[in-house]
Nanobody
Framework: QVQLVESGGGLVQAGGSLRLSCAAS????????MGWYRQAPGKQRELVAT???????YYTDSVKGRFTISRDNAKNTVYLQMNSLKAEDTAVYYC???????????????WGRGTQVTVSS
């Protein structure tokens, strides 16, 4: 069994900051890319940022320069530092990991349950 557990969401005023964390646990052999997605009410889930196990990052245009994704491979944890938050960043943020489990030896895509981020204007 593999679990991804997010934390760090909450309510913040526009212009403020939040830091999300996501820890992967369980029978994990290795983790490839990790990332953050978000889903606002009435909208489709969208990719926010990803990071490879080598540290290469990708950001969607709307968050470039404001959000920073990082990871601690020793802790199987990915972070999302969100600065200069805007009302349009309000969404449920989901953690995602492309990983390989030990038993059975299997590569798959895993998701957390999400954490709410609300930015008041």
């Amino acid at each position: 069994q593999v679990q991804l557990v997010e934390s760090g969401g909450g309510l913040v005023q526009a212009g403020g900051s939040l830091r999300l964390s996501c820890a992967a646990s369980g029978s994990i052999f290795s983790i490839n890319a990790m990332g953050w997605y978000r889903q606002a009410p009435g909208k489709q889930r969208e990719l926010v940022a990803t990071i490879t196990n080598g540290g290469r990052t990708y950001y969607t245009d709307s968050v470039k320069g404001r959000f920073t994704i990082s990871r601690d491979n020793a802790k199987n944890t990915v972070y999302l530092q969100m600065n200069s938050l805007k009302a349009e960043d309000t969404a449920v943020y989901y953690c995602n990991a492309d990983l390989v489990t030990r038993v059975p030896y299997h590569r798959g895509d895993y998701w957390g349950r999400g954490t709410q981020v609300t930015v008041s204007s």
